[in-house]
């Protein structure tokens, strides 16, 4: 049943240094933007917030450029704007991959990739591609800027290393070396939650990430150590395995997810790292 939106309200700061003071001064208001997940939760009368504070106007948190030698991307760019954009087409093109398969395009074109890393969900499309590309996550408070490494900001399923004060700025990525590759598996091709998403980049120095299948996005370094010692693909596979932990839920089994993530590797290995 749809939750009542009375008793509710929304402030509206005009600059991310108001954003960042009524964040330090009421640490329990809820930042929205696109809201592509928050109508959702209103929908099915499980939102208990009842204090938000709308982001979508704050120019200071959108745009894609290049800064000090990496790429940077504001946490308000949306999916539409990724798949747009012609650097982030030639930096990191499995980040454009990602995009085109998140919602239709109504979420693209709302959905923000500061939301979907907020989130905090294990099955965030875009959440293995940061992982792979060593991306930093820029937190902003009253108080300062500070950078966290993608791979250290989640702290448990749904739980982050953000503070209360603070808002997730942009994303900082350094240049990416080798072939990007992305998979996702839902129910359907697009328009569906992840069952397997696994993001990767061949070379010297393999690199892999998965989604949906522990509490959190995880690197498999494992199964990385093994593809840069040359091992073969069963072999492979069976550190995949090894560092996986997925459950049943409403959209699948472990059984089911442990298949698949394996099957996605081993495409990967077929694809760009040419072992078969």
């Known amino acids: 049943m749809p939750a009542p939106i009375r008793h509710r309200h929304l402030l509206d700061p005009r600059t991310l240094r108001e954003a960042l003071t009524m964040r330090r001064d009421e640490k329990s208001l809820m930042p929205i933007a696109g809201c592509t997940d928050v109508y959702v939760s209103l929908n099915f009368g499980t939102l208990t917030e009842t204090r938000f504070m709308n ?3 704050l120019k200071e948190l959108r745009g894609v450029d290049h800064r000090d030698g990496r790429l940077r991307i504001g946490a308000l760019t ?11 087409n030639r930096s990191l093109p499995m980040l454009v991959a990602a995009a085109r398969e998140i919602g239709g ?16 969900s294990p099955a965030g499309d875009t959440l293995p591609v940061l992982a792979v590309a060593g991306a930093m996550v820029q937190l902003a408070s009253a108080s300062g800027i500070r950078e966290v490494p ?7 399923y749904r739980q982050t290393v953000a503070r209360p004060d603070e808002l997730i700025a942009a994303f900082h990525i350094p240049p990416v ?5 992305f998979r996702k598996v839902g129910t359907r091709a697009a328009q569906a939650i992840s069952k397997v998403v696994v993001a990767g980049v061949a070379g010297d120095n ?7 299948i522990a509490p959190t996005v995880i690197r498999l370094t494992k199964t990385e150590a093994a593809l840069a010692a040359g091992a073969p693909l069963d072999a492979v596979q069976q550190a995949v395995l090894g560092e996986i932990t997925p459950i ?5 089994t472990a059984v089911y997810r442990r298949r698949v993530a394996a099957n996605l590797v081993g495409q990967f290995c077929r694809e760009v790292m040419k072992r078969a």
């Open 55 to 57: 982001l979508w106007r």
């Open 78 to 88: 949306t999916y539409t704007e990724l798949i747009g954009s012609p650097l982030v």
């Open 105 to 120: 395009r109504q979420i693209q074109h709302r959905g923000t990739i500061g939301g979907n890393v907020a989130n905090a």
């Open 150 to 156: 993608f791979t250290a900001f989640y702290s448990g």
């Open 177 to 181: 070396a080798g072939k990007q590759w």
């Open 206 to 212: 393999p690199r892999l990430a998965a989604g949906s």
């Open 248 to 252: 049943d839920d409403i959209r699948s």
